[in-house]
């Protein structure tokens, strides 16, 4: 099996996370279910001492229309594929412009945009064991139950691209900072947000060393420069601590923290 040496510290969106040999899926391969499979990073905090990680090859990133569907390969950044719908007139994907990842996690964690999510429009997934239709699948907010690399995913197509749905999102996400960070540190518990809970129990701006609860948005954790993967936690422990204390609220990671100590810990 074919290995790619990353530093995590300038590939993941909150620069954080040593040098780490990382597997590359190819087709054929069975023995995935021995690592975690990574995509763009860009809502991973990456830690001391990660699983064994893998990602998949060059060859899933790619866009077609086959059958009067979209199939995308499952390591296609969400930008490409943004660019592709514009210029084929593809309406239902403008949410991607401002979502950035490749499509394999966008789906596994459902990803979205308010009411806009990835899988409005799926129709199956495929993974080294077959063909899965979207009633197969259990999905909800920010979540799946896939368990297996999500190869390619087909769509029903629709045209007529929205260039008012793209500045809609452009705004939505205009209040989020562009300091480095892994986006949305926790799901937004029902009927609130986990944003005005971290500012209510006085976290907002909070910093320990370069990591800090954003002055912008108090829900994006950002790394001021050397933000170190025990900074991180010790916010996220701290957020989770007083919004329980105060409100009785657990607040699930949105991040998905890479590291044997906390792996598949949702309350930290």
Do not use: W
């Amino acid at each position: 099996m074919q290995k790619k040496s990353i530093n995590f510290k300038n590939y993941s969106s909150f620069k954080i996370g040593g040098v780490f040999d990382v597997a590359l899926f190819e087709n054929g391969d069975t023995n995935y279910k021995d690592f975690y499979l990574i995509g763009a990073c860009n809502n991973t905090l990456v830690g001391n001492n990660p699983p064994p990680l893998m990602m998949l090859s060059k060859d899933f990133d790619y866009i077609k229309i086959e059958d009067n569907q979209l199939k995308i390969g499952g390591a296609t950044p969400s930008g490409k594929i943004a660019s592709f719908c514009k210029k084929n007139n593809i309406t239902n994907f403008e949410f991607l412009s401002h979502l950035p990842g490749k499509l394999g996690g966008l789906v596994y964690m459902n990803a979205g945009l308010k009411e806009h999510e990835i899988f409005n429009n799926l129709v199956d997934i495929t993974t080294p064991s077959g063909t899965k239709i979207k009633d197969t699948i259990e999905y909800g907010y920010r979540y799946t139950n896939i368990k297996e690399p999500i190869l390619e995913t087909s769509f029903s197509l629709e045209y007529g691209f929205d260039e008012k749905k793209v500045q809609m999102f452009k705004e939505m996400r205009s209040n989020q900072p562009s300091t480095p960070s892994a986006g949305s540190c926790f799901k937004n518990p029902q009927g609130d947000y986990a944003g005005r809970l971290i500012e209510a129990v006085g976290l907002k701006g909070k910093r320990v060393g370069d990591m800090a609860f954003s002055e912008e948005h108090a829900n994006f954790l950002v790394n001021y420069g050397n933000g170190t993967f025990e900074d991180a936690i010790t916010l996220i422990k701290e957020a989770q601590k007083r919004v329980k204390e105060q409100f009785e609220i657990d607040l699930k990671c949105e991040i998905v923290i890479l590291d044997k100590e906390y792996l598949n810990k949702k309350i930290l």
